[in-house]
């Protein structure tokens, strides 16, 4: 794999000349975000600096609950009830995505959602009163520039209207593959929220479910902020807690995909004057560094995978471009993952490149950071830079291809659906557990007082040992 632009590294962005971030936004996010780098346990950081990257559910309390494998996660045979006695199935499949603003008016409702979400303002647990007051203040600070951006791409996100055609395509073809199934839509910071995507659940009385993130790659701040409000919704429900569930983490590695991606990029590349000589510039939503080096987040690893098979399916077909990876999108003046779009794009312009191809590649829909931010800022900066000819690779949005893998990853999963078996002790539960925490203590006390009033009964056990 050709090292992701090392040799492309450019120097760090100088918040107060290059941040598009209000100075005082700024320094608010960036306290909360390097706070939680103080956080986190050595167990994560050894793991992380073997080369091994935690599983995102471990890190998110599944410890002990959840065996993990191939991307879908169950739960262990001694948690797990099954639901045999149910005589007709219903499939249900929770698609788990963002969500943006339907209007102008919501934006400042929705970035305070965004950013009263532990899982993307991280602040150490004795902060955590801190968080709404916080949200409240970064979400207005942001919302300015936030609308600009809205307005530009017609004064709404398309996510919600794609992401409701993306679940009609996908119950299509698993009806077509003759697997019937519901398929709900659980936006994390604006409508259709989880919890109205659980409630249709509840009332269509699912009895198998499929969780499906519309991350190609695993996250903490996207995948794991979502699995983190399901489990607890699915924990505190009876019924719920009784459902067999399979999730998949992340799918960026499905042959499907892969190919689906690499179909839209073949196409666009033909639209340059001269195809083979075009750079491919991958282009992804960026993360703060401190969740990949100390938070153990599999993010940046998954992304670096994803490039390398996609450029292998394109060699395999005779495409031999060059190509690139930068990050996108960063909010506040912590250091993200690099190099950074912005100054990559520069940077290509200056060594005298003349024709690239941006392919979006951390999300499957288009939404703001696509219609906006690349094709607009990152446009014009790319053009001004000394780049003639400019393409951009479209979301998968509903590619045909590319749902059919969807479906065939919902029906992979089936098999491993298990329910989580009412963890969240009952009262009755945890005086059991009392109960049976005093039986042992009693017991081990007269046990330890025995062994040392009796030095000959330890002899005697001794005789049986050895
Ligand atoms: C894989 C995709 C994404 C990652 C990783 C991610 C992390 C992340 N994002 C923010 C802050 C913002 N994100 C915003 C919008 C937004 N982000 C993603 C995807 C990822 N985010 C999408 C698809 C969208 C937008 C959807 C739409 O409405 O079209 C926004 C709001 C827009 C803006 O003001 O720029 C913010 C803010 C952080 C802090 C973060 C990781 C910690
Ligand atoms: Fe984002």
Redesign the pocket.
């Known amino acids: 794999m050709e090292a992701a632009t090392s040799s492309r590294i450019l120097p760090q962005i100088n918040f107060n000349q290059n941040s598009t971030l209000l100075r005082s936004e700024a320094k608010l996010?960036s306290a909360c975000?390097n706070s939680s780098q103080n956080s986190i346990s050595n167990s994560k950081r050894n793991l992380v600096a073997r080369g091994l990257s935690m599983s995102p559910l471990v890190q998110e309390g599944f410890v002990g609950r959840t065996f993990c494998s191939a991307g879908v996660c169950t739960y262990p045979a001694g948690a797990i009830e099954s639901h045999s006695d149910i005589a007709e199935e219903r499939i249900g499949v929770i698609l788990l995505?963002?969500?943006?603003?339907d209007t102008l008016h919501d934006?400042q409702p929705?970035?305070f959602n965004?950013?009263a979400d532990p899982?993307?303002?991280?602040l150490p647990r004795l902060f955590g009163f801190l968080q709404r007051p916080l949200a409240q203040l970064i979400s207005v600070l942001?919302a300015p520039?936030?609308k600009e951006?809205?307005a530009a791409?017609g004064g709404?996100?398309?996510?919600r209207k794609i992401t409701d055609e993306q679940a009609s395509a996908i119950k299509m073809a698993l009806q077509a593959k003759e697997v019937p199934a519901n398929v709900y839509v659980a936006m994390r910071?604006?409508h259709p929220f989880t919890e109205e995507a659980v409630h249709q659940i509840k009332r269509d009385r699912i009895t198998k479910l499929v969780v499906l993130p519309l991350?190609?790659?695993y996250?903490?701040?996207?995948t794991g902020s979502s699995i983190r409000v399901l489990r607890d919704m699915f924990m505190n429900d009876a019924y719920l807690s009784r459902v067999p569930v399979a999730i998949i983490q992340s799918w960026y590695q499905r042959e499907g995909y892969i190919k689906s991606m690499s179909d839209l990029i073949e196409k666009e590349l033909q639209t340059f004057p001269k195809p083979e000589e075009a750079m491919i510039f991958f282009s992804?939503?960026?993360?703060?560094v401190s969740?990949v080096e100390n938070a153990g987040d599999p993010?940046k690893d998954q992304m670096e995978d994803c490039i390398f098979l996609i450029m292998q399916e394109l060699k395999s077909r005779g495409i031999f471009n060059d190509h690139t990876l930068a990050y996108q999108?960063?909010?506040?003046p912590v250091q993200?993952l690099k190099p950074y779009t912005d100054e990559v794009l520069i940077e290509l312009g200056k060594q005298g490149v003349k024709s690239l191809l941006a392919v979006p590649v951390?999300?499957v829909?288009?939404?703001?950071?696509?219609?906006e931010?690349i094709d607009m800022e990152y446009r014009e900066l790319a053009l001004e830079s000394g780049v003639v000819h400019w393409g951009r690779v479209p979301a998968l949005n509903c590619t045909s291809s590319f749902i059919t893998d969807m479906a065939d990853a919902v029906i992979e999963a089936l098999p491993s659906a298990m329910a989580i078996s009412t963890p969240n002790a009952t009262t009755e539960e945890a005086e059991n557990d009392l109960l049976g925490y005093g039986i042992k203590l009693a017991f081990g006390s007269i046990l330890a007082f025995i062994l040392l009033l009796f030095p000959r009964v330890i002899s005697a056990f001794k005789n049986y040992i050895v």
């Open positions: 996010i975000l995505n963002l969500g943006g603003p934006v929705f970035l965004l950013f899982d993307i303002i991280r942001r520039k936030s951006g809205y791409i709404g996100s398309p996510l910071y604006w991350y190609p790659q996250s903490i701040s996207t992804a939503h960026g993360v703060p969740y993010y999108s960063r909010v506040g993200w951390s999300f829909s288009e939404h703001i950071e696509t219609l931010e």
